[in-house]
């Protein structure tokens, strides 16, 4: 077959490929697009759902739908999201639970993380931070004299098995040569309605979580998980300041649907990134104690791997398990 031959035959596939992918960017969005969150109303998950998506919308011309699906740490939420069509129309809101905590335990899933989903962008991270009810400890140092007083007697509350609070949680009884007892919900919400009422005596969740509670003298903090102090929070002291080593933080991002158009990915890594940038979010987020990220679907996925291999190690070292 001859080169001229050759390319009368394969211009046109070319040819209607590039007018798909220009009609896909064109025709999208065309009706409502749904953002799925995982975690219950006024979790992080939930709070920054609602925060950008308003933003985005009105770059995308659509609504942006929060469509709650909780349940088995995210899981059930993000299979949903994973089975859904690949035309931009449904995004995920994930968190380090199923994408990193879950697969670093080699927890079996109904679909698989990397294959199913299109990183877009990682939306913000932040120190999380030790909550207590109001007549515990006051210092870390002490919260680790009263656990090692008391092994297993403490409970603290999570989003669910392999949640960022449950990791973090675990991380300190590893550093501290403590034993606390794990209580996971549903939500962090919940777990904070149960510290705040004297039923659990621990939470480590963010900033945007528990700073109105700290600040109304429901719950108490006492330090944050990262390996300095916060900037936007430097009154409080780091784990770190009591247990060297100690450097643990949460982020949250934005994932599409595996086989969405190349164009409509770019909309929407565009849309994201634009809102996550824009000086009214970045000062809300600076309020809620978050920082702004709004990078790559590259960066972000590299970053995921990044992550994993990080909780891989500490489950190791901690010989952790999930309950079945």
Known sequence: ?????????????LVLLACANLYAQSGFPNRPIRLIVTQTAGSSNDVLARLIGPRMAETLGQ?????????????IGTEIAAKSAPDGHTLLLLSPTVFVTLRAFNRRLPFDTDKHFIPLTAIARVSSVITLHPSGP???ADLIKLAKAQPGRINYGSAGQGSPAHIASELLNLLGGI????????????????????????????????RPHVLSG???????????????????????????GYDLTQWWGLAAIAGTP?????????????????????????????????????EFASFIQRERAMV?????????ALDD
């Open 262 to 298: 190349a164009a409509i990915v770019t909309r929407l890594h565009n849309a994201a990134v634009g809102a996550i940038h824009s000086s009214d979010i970045k000062e809300r987020l600076t309020q809620q104690g978050a920082t702004g990220i709004g990078n790559s679907p590259a």
């Open 1 to 13: 077959m001859n080169l001229t031959r050759t390319l009368r035959l394969v211009s046109p596939a």
């Open 218 to 244: 429901r719950v108490k903090a006492i330090a944050s998980t990262g390996a300095k102090r916060d900037p936007l929070w430097p009154e409080l002291p780091a784990i770190a300041e009591t247990l060297p």
């Open 138 to 140: 006051s210092s870390v």
């Open 179 to 210: 034993r606390t007892t794990h209580v996971p919900y549903k939500g962090t919400a919940v777990a904070m309605t149960d510290l705040i009422a004297g039923q659990i005596q621990m939470v480590i969740s963010s900033p945007l979580v528990v």
């Open 312 to 320: 891989s190690d500490l489950v190791k070292r901690a010989g952790l």
């Open 63 to 75: 609504p942006i739908v929060i469509d709650t699906r909780v349940g088995a740490s995210g899981v």
